[in-house]
């Protein structure tokens, strides 16, 4: 499966940005999606993932209350809503496909498909 990230660009401090990430080539409906991000000089780090049921979603206690998963199995699209942005939340977003148990969910070796990435910069 091919992953489409998109939606990233340039804002100031508390502006939103949806992102996108559009799966091509296999139905993703039965595969848990994430949303990582690597910033410059760090390891990429989770952001959010929802199961593939869509009935449970997952935050970073740093993006938790500010950004929003979701899913649209039948566009096989998933989206993350970015509100309250700040300076911190620069860097390279990825979305990524995997199966893996709920408890795993925010570990990044575990996802088998990823997309090439959306930059986000925030600043003033």
């Known amino acids: 499966v091919q992953l489409q990230a998109s939606g990233g660009g340039s804002v100031q401090p508390g502006d939103s940005l949806r992102l996108s990430c559009a799966a091509l080539?296999?139905?993703?409906?039965?595969?848990?999606m994430g949303w990582f991000r690597q910033a410059p000089g760090k390891e990429r780090e989770f952001v959010a993932a929802?199961?593939?049921?869509?009935?449970?979603?997952h935050y970073s206690d740093s993006v938790r209350g500010r950004f929003t998963i979701s899913r649209d199995n039948a566009k096989n699209t998933v989206y993350l809503q970015m509100n309250s942005l700040e300076p911190e939340d620069t860097a390279v977003y990825y979305c990524?496909?995997?199966?893996?148990?709920?408890?795993?969910?925010?570990?990044?070796?575990?996802?088998?498909?990823w997309g090439h990435g959306t930059q986000v910069t925030v600043s003033s």
């Open positions: 990524a496909a995997g199966s893996m148990v709920l408890s795993a969910i925010s570990q990044s070796r575990l996802y088998n498909y």
């Open positions: 080539g296999r139905t993703v409906s039965r595969i848990n």
């Open positions: 929802i199961r593939w049921s869509g009935g449970s979603t």
